[in-house]
């Protein structure tokens, strides 16, 4: 059974940095999309991320170049790393796997708080 397991968030002042991890379970890590979702209270699940087996990126606006997306094939984890955090960013970040076969799966999510 696949599985993904997030871990990294927390409470971070403006400014700051956090970095998540997603950690799967399985075979075929490499050949998959890797993806990162936000969702804020009251706000649709948007996604913040993605990276092909091949190494593409790509990115919402509001995060370009404060966000890097990253994955260790070796160790099946993707990274998000966030860096100038502001108080927007606050959200539950969900990781997102897609498999080569059509199927998708999420993680639990993972609480990432900026305040002040």
């Known amino acids: 059974q696949v599985q993904l397991v997030e871990s990294g968030g927390g409470l971070v002042q403006p400014g700051g940095s956090l970095r998540l991890s997603c950690a799967a379970s399985?075979?075929?890590?490499?050949?998959?999309?890797m993806e990162w979702y936000r969702q804020a209270p009251g706000k649709e699940r948007e996604l913040v991320a993605g990276?092909?087996?091949?190494?593409?990126?790509t990115y919402e606006d509001s995060v370009k170049g404060r966000f890097t997306i990253s994955r260790d094939n070796a160790r099946n984890t993707v990274y998000l790393q966030m860096n100038s955090l502001k108080p927007e960013d606050t959200a539950v970040y969900y990781c997102?796997?897609?498999?080569?076969?059509?199927?998708?799966?999420w993680g639990q999510g993972t609480q990432v708080t900026v305040s002040s």
């Open positions: 997102k796997r897609n498999s080569i076969y059509g199927s998708s799966y």
């Open positions: 990276i092909t087996p091949g190494g593409s990126t």
């Open positions: 399985g075979s075929d890590f490499r050949l998959n999309i």
